[in-house]
């Protein structure tokens, strides 16, 4: 079989794809694409089935050879890609040629790049998916992130003659403000009114300590909860309030059980803009309304035919 070469890894490289779900019972984290949004556009500029999986790679600073004609699609965030020297935009598709490199610089808008290869990058399926979840030591490449030196196998494409775009309407801004709709639990009023208030209030800025687990955030503390709870399971995009009153908002590799209480989640359809925050990111919440967000996300996930 052919193979994509890893020539350099970058700072975080790592096979995913929708995730592995349902298996929070085993004490296994979902993992998948952080940004799915740049994630399942780079499947569909393929035409591949949307668990086709990608390569993530977080900051960029990487390359890849390929060992066979292969036709790619490179969404997300902006990382001067070129093919032997050429120029490479994003948001698109293009040819590599048997022998042919692609390089990654440091990413300049947005965090995390996908690199999509027609029929999918064909590492084993483990527990129904090819994510890796480097903490559970699972999916991908032997559960770990790729190194310089790694053979991704891959099938030949059959290379089209005319690349496909993503309308521009649909390529997010990575630069703009960020604002997320909250939707609230049921632990909401274990918070003081004014620490709530204060919530929606805020600027609060990224962390640089903040990973696919959980993106952290700094600014005014949140006091005046509970120091903690009775531990419970945690869903995607919860925002969980630790005895610092930082708030942490879970993604995709969180622990399945926490303790900390929790103000509510981020909406689903938003996720993708907060995994694209660098550090130093300027965040805002605002109060989300559970009918309209869930719309959002059913046109999301029908578009591009998501199992969920």
């Not at 940004?35 to 990487?62: F, K, S």
Request: with cysteine; charged share 20%; glycine share 12%.
């Amino acid at each position: 079989m052919a193979t994509l070469e890893v020539m350099r890894s970058g700072a975080h490289t790592l096979v995913q794809d929708t995730g592995r779900l349902g298996v929070a019972r085993q004490g296994l984290s979902q993992g998948g694409a952080a940004d799915l949004h740049a994630y399942c556009w780079a499947n569909y500029l393929l035409g591949n089935p949307m668990d086709c999986a990608q390569l993530e790679i977080t900051v960029g600073q990487a390359s890849f050879k390929a060992h066979a004609d292969i036709e790619c699609a490179l969404t997300g965030a902006e990382m001067q890609a070129s093919l032997d020297g050429e120029s490479v935009g994003t948001w698109a598709t293009f040819v590599m040629r048997k022998g042919q490199t692609l390089q990654l610089g440091y990413a300049r808008s947005g965090l995390r790049a996908y690199l999509a290869i027609q029929g999918g990058i064909d590492v084993p399926r483990v527990l129904g998916s090819r994510a890796t979840v480097v903490r559970n030591e699972i999916g991908g490449v032997e559960g770990r992130a790729l190194r310089q030196g790694d053979h991704l196998p891959i099938r030949p494409s059959q290379i089209r003659h005319h690349p496909r775009y993503v309308p521009p309407r649909f390529i997010p801004d990575y630069d703009s403000p960020a604002e997320l709709h909250l939707m609230v639990s049921s632990q909401w009023d274990l918070f003081p009114p004014d620490a709530r208030n204060q919530f929606f209030d805020n600027h609060y800025h990224v962390l640089p300590e903040s990973d696919r687990m959980g993106c952290r955030l700094e600014g005014n503390a949140i006091l005046g909860g509970p120091a903690g709870i009775v531990s419970e399971g945690i869903a995607l995009g919860a925002v969980q309030i630790p005895p610092n009153g930082q708030p942490i908002v879970l993604l995709n590799d969180r622990q399945t059980l926490g303790g900390y209480p929790k103000l509510g989640c981020v909406a689903r359809i938003d996720l993708p803009r907060l995994a694209q925050a660098r550090p130093g990111k300027d965040i805002r919440f605002i109060r989300g309304d559970l009918v309209s967000l869930r719309k959002a996300w059913q046109r999301f996930s029908h578009f591009f035919g998501l199992p969920y």
